[in-house]
């Protein structure tokens, strides 16, 4: 039974076969988003949502001579953003990304900034519980109170949409919905509805909220290459990927990539410390998000490389060397704070106590690593209590392939792990989902034990092994395959 499973990252647009009953996951085609609008700030992040329907369009058409006959397209995206469309589902707005800073500037008051007055204005501390703690400038709620305070808000009814919920609206020519992983920070999670009174407390007059659905129900149907192919409603990437780990209540979710979160499933919808995000199955995810990782490496192995990258020279793998060096280094005093973005650990980011002996690429690259496995050590007591036994799911492209870091984590949660063998965590989450929509399993906790059962996705480690394949190939029915195939072109 062989899906189109489509992945809207916020720099790249992904697709692939999948086969929910073979269990096969093939044709992996990759290409670049379109570039963010000209914007009158560097702080606004907005871009041409119709752009983005346009590549989905031709990856899907790509992706169809491979995929007969095709059952449906499944689709993920990016939380966050937002986009306004009229209530037939045609854009009103560009999309604003959940990048998007224009709330961190100051307020034309010249008091605090835009988002003190938004989190003034609904309530602060209060108001983020009931959000499940997803309340930070970038979201829905603070950019509709910024447009209404710049008069940029449509005279006519409008709704407000993620980017995946307007390209599958877009691509049935549908009335727009909205699936629950994606209305992340607009839900009370008490309830699981919208807020209204919020609405009405930051004066969206015109606002109008689009129907609340389950992933397994289709939005419409779209017309490509001559076919008439189902569209199901799109789902929060970060719930997909942690589905395409196969994470069963028992166990805690690390992903260490680009970004990087923590994350349990519960059923429990009381907030702490942490964000509670809709799952599936009417479950939650506690999760801790922005934990520096991928991105903060990347600016310390940028400033290492940068003198030889400058002048032409060849740097070779500096991942590679960096990760080595810091397996070399037995034991280093230097101490790096990590948090050069803002995130989930306080800033700012520092490199502090050098000295002539340990200013060198071992003792950074050593005291990162170990700086990290602190974080996740702290932060994971926030989401699970000292008297929980669970085993960790590493998941993400430098979990695979670092196995000091992995050590480090592990010398200080105890316990057991297994790491997964694909880094294609949201294609695999599809796949999951996959197999509720077409009703060979009546839910995603059955269609993870089934999955689990018969694809060798992830495996068990000893703390000093490594991943005896390269991060980048992933498993179809225990075949390897590299990714991707090929690239599609890149939309205008």
């Not at 606004?44 to 983005?52: D, P, Q």
């Not at 008051?109 to 997803?134: I, K, M, P, Y």
């Not at 909220?209 to 419409?220: I, R, S, T, Y």
Request: aromatic share 8%.
């Amino acid at each position: 039974m062989p899906y189109i499973a489509i992945d809207l990252g916020t720099s790249y647009l992904k697709g692939a076969v999948v086969d929910v009953e073979q269990l096969t996951l093939t044709q992996i085609r990759r290409g670049p988003a379109p570039a963010l609008l000209p914007a009158e700030s560097a702080l606004i992040h907005e871009l041409n949502a119709e752009a983005v329907v346009h590549g989905v369009r031709q990856l899907i058409s790509e992706l169809l001579k491979f995929c007969q006959p095709c059952q449906g397209i499944l689709l993920c995206g990016q939380m966050g953003g937002l986009i306004l469309t009229r209530p037939d589902g045609t854009a009103l707005s560009s999309y604003i990304s959940w990048t998007d800073g224009r709330l961190t500037a100051p307020h034309s008051s010249g008091d605090g900034t835009w988002f003190d007055h938004f989190a003034d204005d609904v309530g602060g501390s209060a108001t983020a519980q009931r959000l499940g703690n997803e309340f930070r400038p970038g979201l829905p709620l603070p950019i509709l109170f910024w447009l209404r305070q710049n008069n940029r808000l449509p005279s006519e009814p409008f709704v407000p949409l993620t980017l995946p919920d307007f390209v599958a609206a877009t691509l049935c020519h549908a009335t727009p919905v909205m699936e629950r992983t994606l209305a992340t920070s607009l839900l009370d999670v008490s309830t699981g509805t919208f807020p209204l009174d919020l609405a009405d407390r930051l004066h969206l007059s015109h606002l109008q909220w689009p129907e609340l659905v389950d992933f397994h129900q289709a939005v419409g149907t779209c017309q490509i290459n001559g076919q008439s192919v189902p569209v199901y409603a799109p789902v929060g990437d970060h719930q997909c990927s942690v589905a395409g780990t196969l994470l069963t209540p028992v166990e805690l979710s690390i992903n260490i990539a680009t970004g990087s979160q923590v994350a349990v499933l519960t059923s429990d919808s009381e907030v702490g410390s942490f964000q509670l995000r809709p799952y599936f199955d009417r479950q939650y995810l506690k999760t801790i998000t922005n934990i520096p990782a991928g991105r903060a490496l990347t600016a310390i192995i940028r400033l290492l490389t940068e003198i030889p990258g400058r002048d032409g020279t060849e740097t070779g793998d500096a991942w590679d060397y960096f990760f080595r060096q810091a397996d070399t280094t037995r034991t280093s005093d230097v101490e790096v704070n990590l948090a050069f973005f803002p995130g989930a650990i306080a800033g700012p980011g520092s490199i502090r106590n050098l000295r002539e002996d340990n200013l060198n690429v071992g003792s950074i690259a050593r005291s990162a690593l170990t700086q990290m496995a602190d974080y996740y050590s702290e932060l994971t007591s926030r989401i699970v209590s000292g008297s929980e036994n669970r085993r960790v799911v590493f998941a993400g492209g430098i979990a695979q392939k670092s196995a000091l870091l992995r050590s480090l984590i592990m010398d200080r949660l105890g316990g057991e792990f297994r790491l997964t063998t694909s880094t294609e965590d949201a294609l695999l989450g599809l796949m999951v989902l996959g197999r509720v929509t077409a009703g060979l399993n009546a839910s995603v906790a059955d269609a993870t034990a089934h999955i689990a059962r018969h694809l060798p996705t992830s495996k068990e480690w000893s703390l000093d092994e490594r991943p005896p394949f390269p991060a980048d190939v992933v498993f179809t029915s225990g075949v390897r395959c590299s990714r991707p195939e090929s690239a599609f072109p890149r939309s205008p």
